[in-house]
């Protein structure tokens, strides 16, 4: 089978027009050297091109998330204009066009398209805490193609660029406090004032907490023989100390509860405050 016959196969697999593939496909040794020295040539010049731009974009000071896409994109644009002229020797061009715009540039386009706009509109900035798709951790990087988050267990996460612009973005890192909730369930026939009054003075003396605005103890239930209370907090400097405050206001509310004869129900959940109406507050 000659290669027409190949490739012929090839445009099939991928669902395009058979009659795009050439008459006859040139590959003389002569025709084989030139495109080495063209792909050689093409690779020096994308990395001179690359150092270039570097120098460049750290003296006119641009903003350093923008030369981390352009400076690879012109590396690879010029390796793969070198790649279709030599492919164009080999009477090529029309098939490497069509199968690369059907598999690979649409998918690159969109996301190059999607990261310039995360850095037009800066929903995030990089070291920012965020969730996006369950997905949690603090920003690496913003790359031509995705957006890298390393998680607080150690990994890194590659969103492609596509899915941040359509998928709803938390951000952790914009306000310098975070409210969250937690919920404690007591007996029922314990007074409700006695129970507020315990609380606020155990977080008087937890760690993290902040006093404005002061935490709030709210009556969220009554069911069976239980009374289901909601505690407000807000926490200060949440990027560090987050979970660490949430465990101390956890532990000094227990142990005073318990100190003055009140026993927690089994089951109490935190949960971090996600869009609510902060105007509550205020009431």
């Not at 996006?132 to 193609?145: P, S």
Request: glycine share 8%; net charge neutral.
């Amino acid at each position: 089978m000659d290669p027409t016959q190949i490739l012929n196969q090839i445009l099939s697999a991928a669902g395009l027009s058979a009659t795009a593939l050439p008459a006859a496909v040139d590959l003389s040794l002569m025709n084989i050297v030139r495109s080495l020295l063209i792909l050689i040539g093409a690779y020096f010049l994308a990395r001179l091109t690359r150092s270039f731009l570097e120098r460049t974009f750290t003296r006119i000071k641009l903003e350093p998330r923008v030369a981390k896409i352009l400076t690879p994109l012109a590396f690879y644009g010029i390796i793969g204009l070198a790649v279709v002229w030599v492919l164009g020797g080999f009477g090529l061009s029309i098939l490497v066009l069509g199968v690369a715009a059907g598999f690979a540039l649409q998918d690159l386009i969109k996301n190059f398209a999607a990261g310039m706009m995360i850095l037009a509109t800066r929903p995030f900035q990089m070291g920012d805490w965020i969730v996006i798709n369950g997905n949690e951790g603090l920003v690496a990087e913003v790359g031509w193609r995705g957006t890298f988050i390393d998680t607080f267990d150690g990994r890194r996460v590659i969103i492609p660029n596509s899915n941040v612009v359509t998928s709803v973005v938390t951000n952790n890192s914009l306000k310098p406090q975070l409210r969250s909730t937690l919920r404690f369930s007591v007996p029922l026939h314990v007074d409700f004032a006695r129970v507020e009054g315990f609380i606020l003075d155990a977080l008087r003396a937890a760690p993290g907490i902040s006093a404005d605005p002061a935490p709030r103890v709210l009556l969220d239930s009554l069911g069976g023989d239980a009374m289901n209370i909601v505690v407000w907090i807000w926490i200060l400097d949440p990027m560090n100390q987050f979970r660490t405050a949430l465990s101390a206001a956890q532990r000094v509310i227990k142990e005073n509860l318990q100190t003055n004869g009140i026993e927690l129900n089994p089951a109490t959940t935190v949960v971090m405050s996600k869009g609510t109406n902060e105007a509550l507050l205020q009431e």
